[in-house]
């Protein structure tokens, strides 16, 4: 299938200064203890409240990537909206790219304040950057997106700028 | 394992972060996909990882991440408080692969009540092949309160 870089470019770039409100709702205690053991990560801070308090939190924390690697905080989408390589191609998060093969870059994190079970959290969701590049093996797109956790009431939690690559 | 709590004063630029080695599996690849919602085939779908060019299904970028950051968090103890972190893909990784993650303390300041470090990370193969570079911003407690 041939795909033309420059229309998935201006595709993505179209989308720059557009942020996206998307609300995560109530930070689920097990979702918390489950991120952690997928990592395994056996960390008491996640699971010990008692422990964590011991240590100035106020209750068991989210392991540190926690919010930033979560992929979809919605429902869908259905198996049939799905691009043929499995990633959405129309939830609040997805970007442009079918056809091209994507890979994450990698994060960049600050922290703001600790993570825990019950906090209400809404994410503001941008791309923040397109570059065109040619590398060795020919084209590629290197798409920044931001990730800002805020609780409901605005305070800022976690800042995350995310790195992927689509050839 | 997260117990011992690392202060400033322990930490001086050169130190080292305990190096903590993790062993992904397809099983860990899988349960962290469905935590995460992550259904890009890559990560499951070995003959679809192969049509792409890759040998096998491949470690998500954010589990290479959260090794460095458990390499982190275990080292500087419970105590401690990550306020900055960052990681960059370089190399895939696959089941069965060994990933070393470890690190150097590369700066040390005062802070207000505490001291900050900075760690450069690595993760590492098994054959030394460089898969994450990372970096780490971390405020440790003082062993003595400073006199005001």
Same mark, same amino acid.
């Given at each position: 299938?041939?795909?033309?870089?420059?229309?998935?470019?201006e595709?993505i770039?179209?989308l720059?200064?557009?942020t996206r409100?998307?609300?995560? $709702?109530k930070?689920?205690? +097990?979702?918390?203890? /489950?991120?952690?053991? %997928?990592?395994d @990560?056996?960390?008491p801070? &996640?699971?010990d409240?008692?422990?964590?308090?011991?240590?100035?939190?106020?209750?068991?924390?989210a392991?540190?990537?926690?919010?930033?690697?979560?992929?979809?905080w919605?429902?869908?989408p259905?198996?049939?909206s799905l691009?043929?390589?499995g990633?959405?191609?129309?939830?609040?998060?997805?970007?442009?790219?079918?056809?091209?093969?994507?890979m $994450?870059?990698?994060?960049? +994190?600050e922290?703001? /304040?600790?993570?825990? %079970?019950?906090? @209400?959290?809404?994410m503001? &969701?941008?791309?923040?950057?397109?570059?065109l590049k040619?590398?060795?093996?020919?084209?590629?797109?290197?798409?920044?997106?931001?990730k800002?956790?805020?609780?409901?009431?605005?305070?800022?939690?976690?800042t995350?700028?995310?790195?992927?690559?689509?050839? | 394992?997260?117990?011992?709590?690392?202060f400033?004063?322990?930490?001086?630029?050169g130190?080292?972060?305990?190096?903590?080695?993790k062993?992904p599996?397809?099983?860990?690849l899988?349960r962290?996909?469905?935590?995460t919602?992550?259904?890009?085939?890559i990560?499951?779908?070995?003959?679809y990882a192969?049509?792409?060019?890759?040998?096998?299904?491949?470690?998500?970028?954010?589990?290479?991440?959260?090794?460095l950051?458990?390499?982190?968090?275990?080292?500087a103890?419970?105590?401690?408080?990550?306020?900055?972190?960052r990681?960059?893909?370089r190399?895939?990784?696959?089941?069965?692969?060994?990933?070393?993650?470890?690190?150097?303390?590369?700066?040390?300041?005062?802070g207000?009540?505490?001291?900050?470090?900075?760690?450069?990370?690595?993760?590492r193969?098994?054959?030394?092949?460089?898969?994450?570079?990372?970096?780490?911003?971390?405020?440790?407690?003082?062993?003595?309160?400073?006199?005001?």
């Amino acid at each position: 299938m041939a795909i033309s870089f420059e229309t998935v470019y201006e595709q993505i770039k179209a989308l720059l200064g557009q942020t996206r409100t998307i609300p995560i $709702g109530k930070i689920n205690r +097990l979702d918390l203890e /489950r991120f952690a053991v %997928a990592v395994d @990560d056996p960390n008491p801070l &996640f699971f010990d409240d008692a422990f964590a308090r011991e240590h100035g939190y106020p209750g068991a924390l989210a392991p540190p990537l926690y919010l930033s690697s979560v992929l979809g905080w919605e429902a869908g989408p259905f198996e049939d909206s799905l691009r043929p390589d499995g990633t959405p191609n129309n939830d609040a998060m997805a970007v442009p790219i079918r056809g091209l093969r994507v890979m $994450g870059g990698g994060q960049e +994190l600050e922290f703001h /304040r600790p993570v825990t %079970a019950g906090m @209400d959290v809404v994410m503001e &969701f941008s791309v923040s950057n397109a570059e065109l590049k040619r590398g060795r093996t020919g084209p590629l797109l290197v798409v920044q997106l931001k990730k800002r956790f805020l609780t409901a009431d605005g305070t800022p939690i976690v800042t995350c700028r995310e790195n992927f690559i689509a050839r | 394992m997260g117990q011992a709590n690392l202060f400033f004063e322990d930490v001086k630029v050169g130190t080292t972060v305990t190096p903590l080695v993790k062993r992904p599996s397809t099983v860990q690849l899988f349960r962290f996909s469905a935590m995460t919602w992550n259904s890009h085939k890559i990560h499951y779908d070995k003959p679809y990882a192969q049509s792409e060019g890759y040998p096998d299904v491949l470690v998500q970028s954010h589990l290479h991440g959260s090794f460095l950051a458990q390499a982190v968090m275990d080292w500087a103890g419970p105590s401690a408080r990550m306020v900055g972190f960052r990681w960059q893909n370089r190399a895939i990784a696959c089941p069965g692969d060994v990933l070393t993650c470890a690190g150097t303390v590369v700066k040390t300041e005062m802070g207000d009540g505490c001291g900050y470090v900075e760690c450069e990370l690595e993760e590492r193969n098994q054959r030394n092949q460089l898969c994450a570079p990372g970096w780490a911003r971390v405020a440790l407690a003082l062993r003595t309160e400073p006199s005001k």
